[in-house]
């Protein structure tokens, strides 16, 4: 079975590819642009032409769109190129996919929600409140109309980093080793999802498709742990062993950005086909941390 993963070399993307390249059911190949490495394929979103040369090419069972701009204030100050990726070249990945009889595995987010009323079903009216989640709802809705492709969405990622701001989950860390007075938001509710546990449910779905099960619409996926950026980092100083003397808590949102307040995801669709994580949330941060808390 032929996967290509869009944005390969991203945060989520590597940790996809690594895990389907392990399998000897899948044959992985990556896509990237700007850090395009030597076992990855550079290839330009936005390049029409590019992208079905590639497809047609490759000629993938599946391709999973990880690809995207992922990070809220990012997409408010650059709107455009945001929705370029993740609605424009979501929307020609779909259609070029349907015409190679591939599916497309779109990865969306939580953010669709406004947070007022969770837990969340993939059936329940989205009502995004800032800039990325409605160019991700729009990219969800790019996808559904253009083929026989499904979505997956995930909340706030973290896992292995090359650097620890590459995740506002890890960059709590360097907040917590700095010891410098710093105040964290204390209102918004987020759920941390590790990228690796994202990858096996991942490759669990692949499994389900190869051996019959017809996946379409929308699913989800999430850590179980509810918790604010505060308490998190309190998480974080307890399984590094650090001081949080230094830290002290927002209770009202203080946003550049407007955030949603609580957007649990249900994740029932997936579970109630046997897919399931392995790992409380703990022993993820230490595994992803121990090598920054070395240095």
Same mark, same amino acid.
């Given at each position: 079975?032929?996967?290509?993963?869009?944005?390969?070399?991203?945060?989520?993307?590597?940790?996809?590819?690594?895990?389907? #390249?392990?399998?000897?059911?899948?044959?992985?190949?990556?896509?990237?642009?700007?850090?395009?490495?030597? /076992?990855?394929?550079?290839?330009?979103?936005?390049?029409?032409?590019?992208?079905?040369?590639?497809?047609?090419?490759?000629?993938?069972?599946?391709?999973?769109?990880?690809?995207?701009?992922?990070?809220?204030?990012?997409?408010?100050? /650059?709107?455009?190129?945001?929705?370029?990726?993740?609605?424009?070249?979501?929307?020609?990945?779909?259609?070029?996919?349907?015409?190679?009889?591939? !599916?497309?595995?779109?990865? #969306?987010?939580?953010?669709?929600?406004?947070?007022?009323?969770?837990?969340?079903?993939?059936?329940?009216?989205?009502?995004?409140? /800032?800039?990325?989640?409605?160019?991700?709802?729009?990219?969800?809705?790019?996808?559904?109309?253009?083929?026989?492709?499904?979505?997956?969405?995930?909340?706030?990622?973290?896992?292995?980093?090359?650097?620890?701001?590459?995740?506002?989950?890890?960059?709590?860390?360097?907040?917590?080793?700095?010891?410098?007075?710093?105040?964290?938001?204390?209102?918004?509710?987020?759920?941390?999802?590790?990228?690796?546990?994202?990858?096996?449910?991942?490759?669990?779905?692949?499994?389900?498709?190869?051996?019959?099960?017809?996946?379409?619409?929308?699913?989800?996926?999430?850590?179980?742990?509810?918790?604010?950026?505060?308490?998190?980092?309190?998480?974080?100083?307890?399984?590094?062993?650090?001081?949080?003397?230094?830290?002290?808590?927002?209770?009202?949102?203080?946003? #550049?950005?407007?955030?949603?307040? /609580?957007?649990?995801?249900?994740?029932?669709?997936?579970?109630?086909?046997?897919?399931?994580?392995?790992?409380?949330?703990?022993? !993820?941060?230490?595994?992803?941390?121990?090598?920054?808390?070395?240095?």
């Amino acid at each position: 079975m032929k996967i290509l993963i869009t944005g390969a070399s991203g945060l989520l993307g590597r940790s996809v590819l690594k895990q389907l #390249s392990n399998s000897p059911t899948f044959s992985a190949t990556g896509t990237a642009f700007s850090r395009a490495g030597e /076992n990855l394929i550079r290839l330009d979103l936005s390049d029409s032409s590019a992208v079905k040369a590639s497809l047609r090419e490759i000629r993938p069972d599946v391709v999973i769109h990880c690809a995207a701009e992922r990070w809220p204030d990012r997409c408010a100050d /650059n709107p455009d190129t945001a929705w370029q990726l993740n609605v424009g070249s979501t929307e020609l990945l779909a259609k070029y996919c349907s015409e190679i009889n591939a !599916q497309l595995v779109y990865i #969306s987010t939580d953010y669709v929600f406004d947070g007022t009323a969770p837990p969340y079903t993939s059936d329940d009216t989205p009502n995004p409140v /800032n800039f990325y989640g409605r160019s991700k709802l729009a990219g969800e809705e790019a996808v559904l109309k253009n083929g026989n492709h499904w979505v997956l969405r995930l909340p706030w990622l973290f896992g292995p980093v090359a650097y620890l701001e590459e995740s506002g989950i890890t960059a709590l860390l360097e907040t917590l080793r700095e010891q410098k007075p710093v105040t964290l938001d204390h209102w918004a509710i987020r759920f941390p999802t590790s990228v690796e546990e994202v990858a096996e449910v991942l490759e669990q779905c692949l499994l389900k498709i190869r051996g019959g099960t017809q996946f379409e619409g929308i699913y989800q996926w999430s850590g179980d742990t509810a918790c604010t950026r505060f308490e998190l980092a309190h998480i974080i100083a307890k399984v590094c062993e650090l001081s949080t003397d230094h830290i002290s808590a927002d209770s009202k949102p203080n946003f #550049s950005v407007p955030r949603p307040y /609580n957007c649990q995801l249900d994740k029932s669709r997936l579970t109630n086909l046997g897919i399931k994580g392995t790992e409380p949330l703990p022993q !993820q941060l230490a595994r992803n941390l121990k090598s920054f808390i070395q240095n």
